[in-house]
Protein backbone atom coordinates (compact mmCIF):
# COMPACT_ATOMS: atom_id res chain seq x y z
CA UNK A 1 0.00 0.00 0.00
CA UNK A 2 1.67 3.48 -1.03
CA UNK A 3 1.27 6.06 1.31
CA UNK A 4 3.25 9.29 1.72
CA UNK A 5 6.08 9.92 4.58
CA UNK A 6 4.37 13.08 5.64
CA UNK A 7 0.29 13.92 5.44
CA UNK A 8 1.22 17.59 5.32
CA UNK A 9 3.40 19.83 3.49
CA UNK A 10 6.05 22.33 5.21
CA UNK A 11 9.12 24.06 5.39
CA UNK A 12 10.88 24.75 8.44
CA UNK A 13 12.28 27.46 7.28
CA UNK A 14 8.62 29.24 7.27
CA UNK A 15 6.71 27.02 10.08
CA UNK A 16 6.03 28.24 13.51
CA UNK A 17 8.02 27.22 16.18
CA UNK A 18 8.25 25.01 20.05
CA UNK A 19 10.95 24.18 21.71
CA UNK A 20 10.42 21.40 24.92
CA UNK A 21 12.92 18.95 26.71
CA UNK A 22 9.91 16.46 26.62
CA UNK A 23 7.10 16.22 24.39
CA UNK A 24 3.98 13.73 25.23
CA UNK A 25 1.86 13.06 22.65
CA UNK A 26 -1.68 11.93 24.38
CA UNK A 27 -3.48 13.10 27.21
CA UNK A 28 -4.97 10.00 28.57
CA UNK A 29 -3.76 8.26 32.08
CA UNK A 30 -0.62 7.15 30.15
CA UNK A 31 0.45 10.05 29.26
CA UNK A 32 -0.22 12.44 32.38
CA UNK A 33 1.17 9.69 34.35
CA UNK A 34 4.66 9.87 32.08
CA UNK A 35 4.50 13.77 31.66
CA UNK A 36 4.54 13.64 35.72
CA UNK A 37 7.38 11.38 35.97
CA UNK A 38 9.73 14.15 34.15
CA UNK A 39 12.13 16.27 36.53
CA UNK A 40 10.60 19.80 37.41
CA UNK A 41 13.41 21.32 36.18
CA UNK A 42 12.62 20.30 32.16
CA UNK A 43 9.86 21.52 30.36
CA UNK A 44 6.75 18.98 29.08
CA UNK A 45 4.49 19.62 26.61
CA UNK A 46 1.63 17.35 26.72
CA UNK A 47 -1.14 17.67 23.15
CA UNK A 48 -3.77 15.99 23.07
CA UNK A 49 -6.30 16.20 20.26
CA UNK A 50 -9.85 17.06 22.16
CA UNK A 51 -9.90 17.99 25.64
CA UNK A 52 -8.23 16.10 27.89
CA UNK A 53 -11.10 13.73 29.69
CA UNK A 54 -11.60 12.68 26.49
CA UNK A 55 -9.83 9.42 26.56
CA UNK A 56 -10.04 5.77 26.74
CA UNK A 57 -8.92 6.48 30.09
CA UNK A 58 -11.64 8.57 31.16
CA UNK A 59 -14.68 6.15 29.98
CA UNK A 60 -13.31 3.06 31.65
CA UNK A 61 -15.68 1.22 33.62
CA UNK A 62 -13.75 -1.28 35.05
CA UNK A 63 -11.12 -0.89 37.48
CA UNK A 64 -7.42 -1.34 38.52
CA UNK A 65 -5.99 -4.48 38.99
CA UNK A 66 -3.81 -5.15 41.88
CA UNK A 67 -2.61 -7.76 44.78
CA UNK A 68 -3.77 -5.92 47.99
CA UNK A 69 -5.88 -8.50 50.29
CA UNK A 70 -4.36 -10.00 52.42
CA UNK A 71 -4.93 -13.26 51.04
CA UNK A 72 -4.39 -12.64 47.30
CA UNK A 73 -0.84 -13.37 46.39
CA UNK A 74 1.18 -11.71 43.06
CA UNK A 75 1.77 -15.07 42.18
CA UNK A 76 -2.26 -15.42 41.47
CA UNK A 77 -2.27 -12.77 39.29
CA UNK A 78 0.84 -13.39 37.48
CA UNK A 79 -0.42 -16.54 36.35
CA UNK A 80 -3.96 -15.53 35.64
CA UNK A 81 -2.65 -12.84 33.33
CA UNK A 82 -0.17 -15.35 31.16
CA UNK A 83 -2.92 -18.04 31.32
CA UNK A 84 -5.04 -15.44 29.46
CA UNK A 85 -2.70 -14.02 27.05
CA UNK A 86 -2.62 -17.30 25.34
CA UNK A 87 1.32 -18.61 26.12
CA UNK A 88 2.52 -15.14 24.17
CA UNK A 89 2.83 -12.56 27.64
CA UNK A 90 6.66 -11.58 28.75
CA UNK A 91 7.17 -12.88 31.90
CA UNK A 92 9.69 -10.47 33.03
CA UNK A 93 7.17 -7.64 32.04
CA UNK A 94 3.99 -9.26 33.52
CA UNK A 95 5.89 -9.76 36.74
CA UNK A 96 7.34 -6.02 37.05
CA UNK A 97 4.04 -4.52 36.29
CA UNK A 98 1.76 -6.90 38.48
CA UNK A 99 4.74 -6.27 41.62
CA UNK A 100 4.35 -2.11 41.22
CA UNK A 101 0.81 -2.48 41.20
CA UNK A 102 -0.32 -1.77 44.81
CA UNK A 103 2.17 1.14 44.94
CA UNK A 104 0.80 2.47 41.80
CA UNK A 105 -2.70 2.19 43.53
CA UNK A 106 -1.16 3.98 46.04
CA UNK A 107 0.10 6.73 44.50
CA UNK A 108 -3.47 7.37 42.78
CA UNK A 109 -4.97 7.35 46.68
CA UNK A 110 -2.28 9.88 47.53
CA UNK A 111 -2.79 12.17 44.42
CA UNK A 112 -6.76 12.53 45.46
CA UNK A 113 -8.34 9.54 44.13
CA UNK A 114 -11.35 8.31 45.72
CA UNK A 115 -11.64 4.69 45.38
CA UNK A 116 -14.75 2.88 46.74
CA UNK A 117 -14.42 1.31 50.25
CA UNK A 118 -16.48 -1.12 52.23
CA UNK A 119 -16.28 -0.89 56.49
CA UNK A 120 -13.43 1.52 56.16
CA UNK A 121 -10.94 -0.87 52.98
CA UNK A 122 -11.01 -0.52 49.82
CA UNK A 123 -13.67 -2.51 48.20
CA UNK A 124 -12.06 -4.92 45.74
CA UNK A 125 -13.97 -6.48 43.32
CA UNK A 126 -13.49 -9.33 40.66
CA UNK A 127 -13.92 -9.86 37.08
CA UNK A 128 -13.36 -12.15 33.87
CA UNK A 129 -10.42 -14.47 34.45
CA UNK A 130 -8.89 -13.46 37.74
CA UNK A 131 -8.82 -16.18 40.47
CA UNK A 132 -9.40 -13.79 43.39
CA UNK A 133 -11.06 -10.07 44.37
CA UNK A 134 -8.37 -7.92 43.27
CA UNK A 135 -10.18 -5.02 41.46
CA UNK A 136 -10.31 -1.25 42.73
CA UNK A 137 -13.45 0.83 41.33
CA UNK A 138 -14.69 4.31 41.87
CA UNK A 139 -18.05 5.89 41.58
CA UNK A 140 -19.19 2.31 41.13
CA UNK A 141 -18.76 1.86 37.43
CA UNK A 142 -16.63 5.43 36.66
CA UNK A 143 -13.21 3.97 37.37
CA UNK A 144 -11.63 5.99 34.77
CA UNK A 145 -13.71 9.34 35.36
CA UNK A 146 -12.16 9.47 38.94
CA UNK A 147 -8.92 8.51 38.07
CA UNK A 148 -8.66 11.04 35.39
CA UNK A 149 -10.12 14.08 37.64
CA UNK A 150 -7.48 13.59 40.36
CA UNK A 151 -4.32 13.08 37.39
CA UNK A 152 -5.55 15.97 35.28
CA UNK A 153 -5.76 18.13 38.58
CA UNK A 154 -2.25 16.98 39.76
CA UNK A 155 -1.12 17.74 35.86
CA UNK A 156 -2.74 21.25 35.80
CA UNK A 157 -0.84 22.23 39.36
CA UNK A 158 2.77 21.02 37.96
CA UNK A 159 4.62 24.52 37.17
CA UNK A 160 6.87 22.58 34.13
CA UNK A 161 4.13 21.03 32.25
CA UNK A 162 2.15 23.08 29.61
CA UNK A 163 -1.04 21.48 27.72
CA UNK A 164 -2.32 21.95 24.94
CA UNK A 165 -5.94 20.61 24.05
CA UNK A 166 -7.31 20.28 20.82
CA UNK A 167 -3.96 20.37 19.12
CA UNK A 168 -3.84 17.59 16.36
CA UNK A 169 -0.70 15.84 15.87
CA UNK A 170 -0.37 14.79 12.24
CA UNK A 171 3.12 12.81 12.27
CA UNK A 172 6.69 12.89 13.87
CA UNK A 173 9.49 14.62 13.12
CA UNK A 174 12.56 12.36 12.46
CA UNK A 175 15.86 12.72 10.66
CA UNK A 176 18.96 11.10 10.50
CA UNK A 177 17.54 7.75 12.31
CA UNK A 178 16.44 9.21 15.62
CA UNK A 179 12.86 11.73 16.31
CA UNK A 180 13.04 15.43 16.86
CA UNK A 181 9.35 16.22 17.74
CA UNK A 182 5.77 16.48 16.13
CA UNK A 183 4.06 18.24 13.48
CA UNK A 184 1.24 19.54 15.45
CA UNK A 185 -2.20 21.59 13.95
CA UNK A 186 -3.56 24.08 17.28
CA UNK A 187 -7.00 24.66 16.97
CA UNK A 188 -6.80 27.50 15.10
CA UNK A 189 -5.30 25.52 11.86
CA UNK A 190 -2.14 26.15 12.03
CA UNK A 191 0.89 23.79 11.87
CA UNK A 192 3.67 24.08 14.38
CA UNK A 193 7.32 22.56 14.49
CA UNK A 194 7.32 21.40 17.97
CA UNK A 195 11.05 20.38 18.60
CA UNK A 196 11.51 18.18 21.87
CA UNK A 197 14.32 16.20 23.10
CA UNK A 198 12.40 13.09 23.91
CA UNK A 199 9.20 11.91 22.63
CA UNK A 200 6.57 10.23 24.39
CA UNK A 201 3.74 8.62 22.71
CA UNK A 202 0.94 7.84 24.39
CA UNK A 203 -2.04 8.26 22.18
CA UNK A 204 -4.55 5.63 22.83
CA UNK A 205 -6.51 3.13 21.15
CA UNK A 206 -8.02 1.94 17.71
CA UNK A 207 -11.81 1.23 18.48
CA UNK A 208 -12.95 3.70 15.63
CA UNK A 209 -11.60 1.27 12.88
CA UNK A 210 -15.06 -0.47 13.85
CA UNK A 211 -18.14 0.01 13.46
CA UNK A 212 -19.34 -1.88 16.98
CA UNK A 213 -16.79 -0.21 19.07
CA UNK A 214 -16.69 0.87 22.96
CA UNK A 215 -14.48 3.57 22.18
CA UNK A 216 -14.67 7.45 22.49
CA UNK A 217 -14.39 9.21 19.10
CA UNK A 218 -11.32 10.32 19.58
CA UNK A 219 -9.37 6.50 19.13
CA UNK A 220 -8.53 6.72 15.73
CA UNK A 221 -5.33 5.07 15.39
CA UNK A 222 -3.67 8.08 15.22
CA UNK A 223 -0.72 6.60 17.27
CA UNK A 224 0.19 3.30 15.83
CA UNK A 225 -0.09 5.20 11.92
CA UNK A 226 1.73 8.17 12.30
CA UNK A 227 5.08 5.85 13.92
CA UNK A 228 4.22 3.57 10.81
CA UNK A 229 4.93 6.56 8.89
CA UNK A 230 7.98 7.56 10.67
CA UNK A 231 9.30 3.64 10.73
CA UNK A 232 8.48 2.67 13.47
CA UNK A 233 8.37 -0.90 14.43
CA UNK A 234 4.70 -2.17 15.19
CA UNK A 235 4.12 -5.56 17.04
CA UNK A 236 1.33 -8.34 16.80
CA UNK A 237 -1.56 -5.34 15.07
CA UNK A 238 -3.89 -8.67 14.39
CA UNK A 239 -4.54 -8.85 18.24
CA UNK A 240 -7.62 -6.35 19.23
CA UNK A 241 -9.57 -7.36 22.35
CA UNK A 242 -13.44 -7.05 21.85
CA UNK A 243 -15.49 -6.44 24.60
CA UNK A 244 -18.45 -9.30 24.93
CA UNK A 245 -21.20 -6.72 26.38
CA UNK A 246 -21.64 -3.83 24.40
CA UNK A 247 -25.17 -2.51 24.80
CA UNK A 248 -26.74 -2.81 21.26
CA UNK A 249 -29.61 -1.18 20.59
CA UNK A 250 -30.31 -0.30 17.04
CA UNK A 251 -29.59 3.32 16.34
CA UNK A 252 -28.43 4.34 19.10
CA UNK A 253 -24.34 5.18 20.17
CA UNK A 254 -23.04 1.89 21.35
CA UNK A 255 -22.04 1.92 25.37
CA UNK A 256 -20.32 -1.11 27.24
CA UNK A 257 -21.25 -2.77 30.30
CA UNK A 258 -18.58 -3.17 32.43
CA UNK A 259 -17.01 -6.57 32.94
CA UNK A 260 -17.81 -6.20 36.69
CA UNK A 261 -21.52 -7.18 36.00
CA UNK A 262 -20.74 -10.26 35.29
CA UNK A 263 -18.19 -9.95 38.05
CA UNK A 264 -21.38 -9.14 40.47
CA UNK A 265 -22.85 -12.30 39.00
CA UNK A 266 -25.27 -11.63 36.40
CA UNK A 267 -25.93 -14.49 33.44
CA UNK A 268 -25.69 -14.50 29.97
CA UNK A 269 -28.94 -15.47 28.22
CA UNK A 270 -29.60 -16.21 24.41
CA UNK A 271 -32.63 -15.27 22.63
CA UNK A 272 -34.69 -18.41 23.77
CA UNK A 273 -33.29 -17.57 27.46
CA UNK A 274 -31.06 -20.27 27.51
CA UNK A 275 -27.64 -19.56 29.99
CA UNK A 276 -25.47 -20.68 27.66
CA UNK A 277 -21.69 -19.95 28.74
CA UNK A 278 -21.45 -22.86 30.98
CA UNK A 279 -22.03 -24.59 27.56
CA UNK A 280 -18.38 -23.09 26.73
CA UNK A 281 -16.18 -23.01 29.76
CA UNK A 282 -16.71 -23.94 32.98
CA UNK A 283 -16.09 -20.69 34.16
CA UNK A 284 -18.88 -19.77 32.77
CA UNK A 285 -19.44 -15.95 32.59
CA UNK A 286 -16.31 -15.06 34.64
CA UNK A 287 -14.32 -17.02 31.55
CA UNK A 288 -11.48 -14.35 29.79
CA UNK A 289 -12.78 -11.75 27.39
CA UNK A 290 -11.93 -13.90 24.24
CA UNK A 291 -13.73 -16.79 25.59
CA UNK A 292 -17.01 -15.33 26.57
CA UNK A 293 -16.90 -13.00 23.26
CA UNK A 294 -15.91 -15.68 20.65
CA UNK A 295 -19.12 -17.82 22.79
CA UNK A 296 -21.35 -14.79 22.36
CA UNK A 297 -20.59 -14.81 18.41
CA UNK A 298 -21.28 -18.57 18.14
CA UNK A 299 -24.63 -18.59 20.06
CA UNK A 300 -25.85 -15.23 18.10
CA UNK A 301 -25.24 -17.40 15.16
CA UNK A 302 -26.80 -20.44 16.35
CA UNK A 303 -30.36 -18.44 17.14
CA UNK A 304 -30.28 -16.58 14.15
CA UNK A 305 -30.86 -13.38 16.68
CA UNK A 306 -28.06 -10.18 16.66
CA UNK A 307 -27.47 -10.00 20.34
CA UNK A 308 -27.70 -12.08 23.53
CA UNK A 309 -28.64 -10.47 26.78
CA UNK A 310 -27.70 -9.89 30.61
CA UNK A 311 -29.56 -10.77 33.06
CA UNK A 312 -29.25 -9.72 36.72
CA UNK A 313 -32.62 -10.43 38.10
CA UNK A 314 -31.96 -13.12 40.34
CA UNK A 315 -29.52 -10.29 42.04
CA UNK A 316 -29.82 -7.94 44.54
CA UNK A 317 -32.55 -5.16 42.95
CA UNK A 318 -31.37 -2.01 44.79
CA UNK A 319 -27.56 -3.49 44.97
CA UNK A 320 -27.60 -3.69 41.21
CA UNK A 321 -28.72 -0.17 40.86
CA UNK A 322 -26.37 0.90 43.43
CA UNK A 323 -22.94 -1.17 42.48
CA UNK A 324 -24.12 0.38 38.72
CA UNK A 325 -25.05 4.24 38.25
CA UNK A 326 -24.03 4.88 35.13
CA UNK A 327 -25.41 1.91 33.42
CA UNK A 328 -28.66 1.98 35.09
CA UNK A 329 -28.60 5.71 33.84
CA UNK A 330 -27.33 4.95 30.22
CA UNK A 331 -30.39 1.80 29.97
CA UNK A 332 -32.76 3.71 31.70
CA UNK A 333 -32.96 6.33 28.80
CA UNK A 334 -34.20 3.07 26.46
CA UNK A 335 -36.71 1.92 28.87
CA UNK A 336 -34.70 -0.54 30.17
CA UNK A 337 -34.56 -1.48 34.18
CA UNK A 338 -31.34 -3.58 34.92
CA UNK A 339 -32.23 -4.64 37.84
CA UNK A 340 -35.45 -6.45 36.35
CA UNK A 341 -35.07 -6.17 32.10
CA UNK A 342 -32.65 -8.40 30.22
CA UNK A 343 -30.08 -6.20 28.60
CA UNK A 344 -29.44 -6.44 25.04
CA UNK A 345 -25.38 -6.88 24.29
CA UNK A 346 -22.97 -8.31 21.59
CA UNK A 347 -19.35 -7.80 21.50
CA UNK A 348 -17.43 -4.17 20.41
CA UNK A 349 -14.08 -3.06 19.64
CA UNK A 350 -12.45 -2.62 23.35
CA UNK A 351 -8.80 -2.63 23.54
CA UNK A 352 -5.90 -2.18 21.51
CA UNK A 353 -3.16 -5.47 22.53
CA UNK A 354 -0.49 -4.85 19.45
CA UNK A 355 1.12 -1.39 18.42
CA UNK A 356 4.23 0.46 18.83
CA UNK A 357 6.70 -2.07 20.27
CA UNK A 358 8.22 -1.34 23.42
CA UNK A 359 10.88 -2.51 25.83
CA UNK A 360 10.81 -2.33 29.36
CA UNK A 361 11.40 1.32 29.36
CA UNK A 362 9.40 2.66 26.94
CA UNK A 363 11.68 2.89 24.31
CA UNK A 364 10.95 2.21 20.66
CA UNK A 365 12.81 0.91 17.70
CA UNK A 366 12.92 4.67 16.84
CA UNK A 367 15.81 6.97 18.97
CA UNK A 368 14.41 9.86 20.75
CA UNK A 369 10.85 8.21 21.24
CA UNK A 370 9.64 6.95 23.84
CA UNK A 371 5.90 5.04 23.88
CA UNK A 372 3.29 4.01 26.59
CA UNK A 373 -0.47 2.40 27.21
CA UNK A 374 -2.52 1.03 24.75
CA UNK A 375 -0.92 2.45 21.23
CA UNK A 376 2.21 0.19 22.77
CA UNK A 377 2.85 -3.48 22.28
CA UNK A 378 4.55 -3.90 25.97
CA UNK A 379 4.70 -7.96 26.00
CA UNK A 380 2.34 -7.64 29.41
CA UNK A 381 -1.01 -8.89 27.15
CA UNK A 382 0.32 -11.50 24.99
CA UNK A 383 -2.53 -12.83 22.64
CA UNK A 384 -5.75 -11.93 25.47
CA UNK A 385 -5.56 -8.76 28.09
CA UNK A 386 -6.58 -10.06 31.54
CA UNK A 387 -9.65 -7.88 32.95
CA UNK A 388 -8.42 -3.87 34.51
CA UNK A 389 -4.48 -4.80 33.59
CA UNK A 390 -4.58 -1.86 31.07
CA UNK A 391 -4.91 1.28 33.25
CA UNK A 392 -2.49 -0.85 35.54
CA UNK A 393 -0.01 -0.70 32.29
CA UNK A 394 -0.39 2.62 31.49
CA UNK A 395 0.50 4.00 35.13
CA UNK A 396 3.33 1.32 35.33
CA UNK A 397 4.64 2.08 31.66
CA UNK A 398 4.06 6.54 32.08
CA UNK A 399 6.18 6.58 34.84
CA UNK A 400 9.10 4.26 33.16
CA UNK A 401 8.77 5.92 30.21
CA UNK A 402 8.63 9.60 31.38
CA UNK A 403 11.32 8.47 34.14
CA UNK A 404 13.78 7.46 31.29
CA UNK A 405 13.08 10.16 28.95
CA UNK A 406 13.50 12.65 31.58
CA UNK A 407 16.77 11.02 32.12
CA UNK A 408 17.74 10.90 28.43
CA UNK A 409 16.58 14.64 28.02
CA UNK A 410 18.66 15.45 31.06
CA UNK A 411 22.16 13.91 29.75
CA UNK A 412 21.71 14.83 26.12
CA UNK A 413 22.62 18.23 24.53
CA UNK A 414 21.31 21.40 26.32
CA UNK A 415 20.72 23.35 23.33
CA UNK A 416 17.55 23.02 20.98
CA UNK A 417 17.67 24.15 17.28
CA UNK A 418 15.19 23.63 14.79
CA UNK A 419 16.61 21.51 12.04
CA UNK A 420 16.19 21.73 8.26
CA UNK A 421 13.14 19.61 7.03
CA UNK A 422 11.04 20.63 3.90
CA UNK A 423 8.53 18.21 2.00
CA UNK A 424 6.29 19.22 -0.78
CA UNK A 425 2.69 19.38 -1.42
CA UNK A 426 2.72 15.62 -2.93
CA UNK A 427 -1.39 15.05 -4.24
CA UNK A 428 -4.89 15.78 -5.19
CA UNK A 429 -6.68 18.56 -3.42
CA UNK A 430 -10.77 17.97 -5.03
CA UNK A 431 -14.04 17.79 -3.10
CA UNK A 432 -13.89 14.09 -0.88
CA UNK A 433 -16.50 12.43 1.19
CA UNK A 434 -14.54 11.53 4.04
CA UNK A 435 -17.79 10.05 5.97
CA UNK A 436 -18.96 7.83 3.68
CA UNK A 437 -15.19 6.20 3.27
CA UNK A 438 -14.62 5.71 6.98
CA UNK A 439 -18.04 4.40 6.93
CA UNK A 440 -17.15 1.86 4.55
CA UNK A 441 -14.03 1.07 5.69
CA UNK A 442 -15.61 0.37 9.41
CA UNK A 443 -18.32 -1.88 7.93
CA UNK A 444 -15.80 -3.93 6.35
CA UNK A 445 -13.59 -4.60 9.22
CA UNK A 446 -16.53 -5.61 11.36
CA UNK A 447 -17.29 -7.85 8.89
CA UNK A 448 -13.99 -9.07 7.61
CA UNK A 449 -11.37 -8.87 10.56
CA UNK A 450 -13.93 -9.15 13.79
CA UNK A 451 -14.16 -11.87 16.30
CA UNK A 452 -14.19 -14.83 13.74
CA UNK A 453 -11.83 -14.48 10.88
CA UNK A 454 -11.01 -16.77 7.91
CA UNK A 455 -8.45 -16.44 4.69
CA UNK A 456 -11.04 -15.67 2.31
CA UNK A 457 -12.24 -12.93 4.27
CA UNK A 458 -9.01 -11.00 5.43
CA UNK A 459 -7.87 -11.41 1.47
CA UNK A 460 -10.94 -9.42 0.73
CA UNK A 461 -10.68 -7.23 3.85
CA UNK A 462 -6.97 -6.09 2.96
CA UNK A 463 -8.02 -5.96 -1.18
CA UNK A 464 -10.27 -3.17 -0.09
CA UNK A 465 -8.55 -1.03 2.14
CA UNK A 466 -5.93 -1.01 -0.37
CA UNK A 467 -8.47 0.27 -3.00
CA UNK A 468 -9.50 2.35 -0.68
CA UNK A 469 -6.20 3.69 0.11
CA UNK A 470 -4.74 3.98 -3.46
CA UNK A 471 -7.15 7.43 -3.72
CA UNK A 472 -6.60 8.20 -0.09
CA UNK A 473 -3.58 8.11 0.73
CA UNK A 474 -2.33 10.70 -2.07
CA UNK A 475 -5.08 13.31 -1.10
CA UNK A 476 -4.13 16.07 0.61
CA UNK A 477 -6.15 17.10 3.44
CA UNK A 478 -6.14 20.31 5.63
CA UNK A 479 -8.87 18.90 8.53
CA UNK A 480 -8.49 16.50 11.34
CA UNK A 481 -11.28 14.21 9.52
CA UNK A 482 -9.26 13.81 6.64
CA UNK A 483 -6.16 12.84 8.49
CA UNK A 484 -7.92 10.39 11.13
CA UNK A 485 -9.46 8.73 7.90
CA UNK A 486 -5.73 8.28 6.58
CA UNK A 487 -5.07 6.91 9.90
CA UNK A 488 -7.48 4.76 10.06
CA UNK A 489 -6.72 3.35 7.06
CA UNK A 490 -3.10 2.50 7.81
CA UNK A 491 -4.32 1.24 11.14
CA UNK A 492 -6.78 -1.78 9.17
CA UNK A 493 -3.98 -2.07 6.84
CA UNK A 494 -1.95 -3.30 9.17
CA UNK A 495 -4.65 -4.99 10.68
CA UNK A 496 -5.89 -7.04 8.05
CA UNK A 497 -2.16 -8.03 6.59
CA UNK A 498 -0.96 -9.83 10.41
CA UNK A 499 -4.49 -11.23 10.57
CA UNK A 500 -3.89 -12.88 7.49
CA UNK A 501 -0.49 -13.82 8.30
CA UNK A 502 -1.01 -15.25 11.48
CA UNK A 503 -2.43 -18.82 10.26
CA UNK A 504 -3.62 -19.99 13.83
CA UNK A 505 -6.17 -19.17 16.60
CA UNK A 506 -4.57 -17.37 20.16
CA UNK A 507 -6.36 -15.44 22.10
CA UNK A 508 -8.60 -12.80 21.25
CA UNK A 509 -7.09 -13.90 17.17
CA UNK A 510 -9.74 -16.47 16.11
CA UNK A 511 -9.28 -18.19 12.43
CA UNK A 512 -12.21 -20.32 11.64
CA UNK A 513 -10.18 -21.67 8.78
CA UNK A 514 -7.17 -22.35 12.01
CA UNK A 515 -9.06 -22.71 14.85
CA UNK A 516 -6.83 -24.42 17.54
CA UNK A 517 -3.56 -22.78 18.56
CA UNK A 518 -0.39 -23.87 17.11
CA UNK A 519 2.45 -23.59 19.39
CA UNK A 520 4.71 -25.29 17.45
CA UNK A 521 4.67 -22.34 14.63
CA UNK A 522 3.34 -19.60 16.09
CA UNK A 523 4.62 -18.94 19.34
CA UNK A 524 5.57 -16.12 18.19
CA UNK A 525 5.17 -12.19 17.46
CA UNK A 526 4.52 -10.43 14.61
CA UNK A 527 6.61 -7.37 13.49
CA UNK A 528 5.29 -4.87 11.00
CA UNK A 529 7.57 -2.33 9.91
CA UNK A 530 8.14 -0.03 6.89
CA UNK A 531 12.02 0.96 5.82
CA UNK A 532 12.47 4.53 6.53
CA UNK A 533 15.51 6.20 5.75
CA UNK A 534 17.02 9.56 7.68
CA UNK A 535 12.94 9.98 8.03
CA UNK A 536 11.78 10.21 4.57
CA UNK A 537 11.22 7.25 2.18
CA UNK A 538 14.23 6.32 -0.01
CA UNK A 539 14.88 8.22 -3.21
CA UNK A 540 12.45 9.88 -2.17
CA UNK A 541 9.71 7.56 -3.25
CA UNK A 542 6.23 6.73 -1.06
CA UNK A 543 6.55 4.27 1.21
CA UNK A 544 5.08 0.63 0.33
CA UNK A 545 3.75 -2.05 1.66
CA UNK A 546 5.33 -3.12 5.26
CA UNK A 547 7.66 -6.36 5.56
CA UNK A 548 5.98 -8.52 8.36
CA UNK A 549 8.55 -10.05 10.34
CA UNK A 550 8.20 -13.23 13.10
CA UNK A 551 10.15 -12.82 16.62
CA UNK A 552 10.43 -15.65 18.89
CA UNK A 553 8.37 -15.01 22.26
CA UNK A 554 11.68 -15.36 23.91
CA UNK A 555 13.37 -12.06 22.61
CA UNK A 556 10.85 -9.94 24.28
CA UNK A 557 12.51 -8.41 26.79
CA UNK A 558 15.27 -5.67 25.76
CA UNK A 559 16.12 -3.91 28.68
CA UNK A 560 15.93 -3.58 32.43
Known amino acids: MITPRYLLPFDSRRALHRFTDVLVIGGGLAGLRAANAVEPNLSVLVVTKDELRESNSNYAQGGIAGVLDPEDCFDDHIRDTLIAGGNLCDPAVVARVIHEGPRRIEELIHWGT ?254 GLWAAGEATSSGLHGANRLASNSLLEGLVYGAHAGEAASRSAAEGPHKMVARRIQHADHTLNESFDVADVRVSLKSLMGRLVGVQRDAEGLRQADGQIRSLAAYVMRHQFNSVEGWELQNLLLTAHCMASSALARTESRGVHLRSDFPQPDDVNWRCHLSIQVDVDGGMPRKGEPMTSPIILRETNEADSTAD
Not at 291 to 312: F, G, K, R, W
Request: hydrophobic share 35%; charged share 25%.
Open 114 to 367: QFDKSEGELALGREGGHSHERIVHAMGDATGREVMRAVIARSREAANIDIWENAFTVDLLSQEGRCHGAIIVTSDGRPTMVWAKETILCTGGVGQVYRESTNPPVATGDGTSLAYRAGVELRDMEFIQFHPTVLYIAGSSRSLITEAVRGDGAYLRDSTGHRFMPDYDSRGELAPRDVVSQSIVNQMNETAHPCVYLDLSHLNAEHVRARFPGIAETCGKFGLDIATDRIPVRPGAHYMIGGVRVDMLGRTSLP
